[in-house]
């Protein structure tokens, strides 16, 4: 099977601007995750889509979102970016059994520096 | 809450030596707890997890983990060390108990630095 892809794998913007990243999870695959990972605050959950509804949702302001479609692919979206939004993405799905103890397999990631 | 600890910043160990790296948490119902392993410029590879049952966990690579209740401990270990093990491990957890989702708490990582 496939990994979890994400696309693009690098992206810059400026201050101010929205950026939009995009997540495929392994086929068969219902749950996407979506994390932050900065040098400062480490590894940082942003929120968990399941069939198309935001199941669970981190700490983060409301200028991220996310979204999920049919077919469980996901975005997430940054509006107005901050400096401070320069991070690694990271995407993750797992094909949730109902118990809480799937394994999370991890995406290459997007890299996004904010200028 | 939920939160994990990985105490060392970086292990350094020879090749052929044995390694550990540590992790502690503390959640409130049963742990679930996952190692991953990142290369640079790459995302998280899982190694092994902790559900329930045998204390101790083999996983990936020739890595193992053993959970200690008592101690709220799961170190990953490694007979002997290879230079292509050097990459920051994350240690993580989840609450059994906890029904909202699939979300991991992560420690801050350690650096795993093998030398030859």
């Known amino acids: 099977k496939a990994g979890v892809t994400q696309t693009p794998r690098y992206l810059i913007k400026t201050r101010g601007q929205q950026v939009t990243l995009s997540c495929s999870p392994i086929?068969?695959?219902?749950?996407v995750s979506w994390y932050q990972q900065t040098p400062g605050q480490g590894l940082q959950f942003l929120f968990e889509?399941?069939?198309?509804?935001?199941?669970n949702k981190g700490n983060f302001p409301g200028r991220f979102s996310g979204r999920q479609f049919s077919n469980s692919r996901s975005e997430m979206n940054v509006s107005t970016l901050e400096l401070g939004d320069s991070a690694l993405y990271l995407c993750a799905s797992n094909n949730d059994l109902g118990r809480g103890t799937d394994t999370q397999y991890f995406g290459p990631g997007t890299r996004l520096t904010v200028l | 809450a939920q939160s994990v600890a990985q105490p060392e910043d970086q292990v350094n160990v020879a090749e052929g030596n044995p390694l550990t790296v540590k992790c502690t948490y503390s959640?409130?119902?049963?742990?679930?707890l996952f190692w991953y392993v990142q290369y640079p410029n790459r995302g998280l590879q899982f190694l092994l997890k902790?559900?329930?049952?045998?204390?101790l966990v083999k996983g990936s690579y020739g890595f193992e983990a053993e959970f200690n209740k008592s101690q709220t401990s799961f170190h990953l270990k490694k007979p002997s060390a290879l230079v292509s093990d050097s990459a920051l491990y994350f240690c993580a957890v989840r609450d059994g108990e906890d029904q909202a989702g699939t979300a991991l708490i992560f420690g801050k990582g350690t650096t795993l630095s093998v030398s030859s």
């Open positions: 959640v409130s119902g049963n742990p679930y």
């Open positions: 889509y399941f069939s198309e509804t935001q199941r």
């Open positions: 902790y559900i329930t049952g045998d204390n």
């Open positions: 086929s068969g695959h219902r749950s």
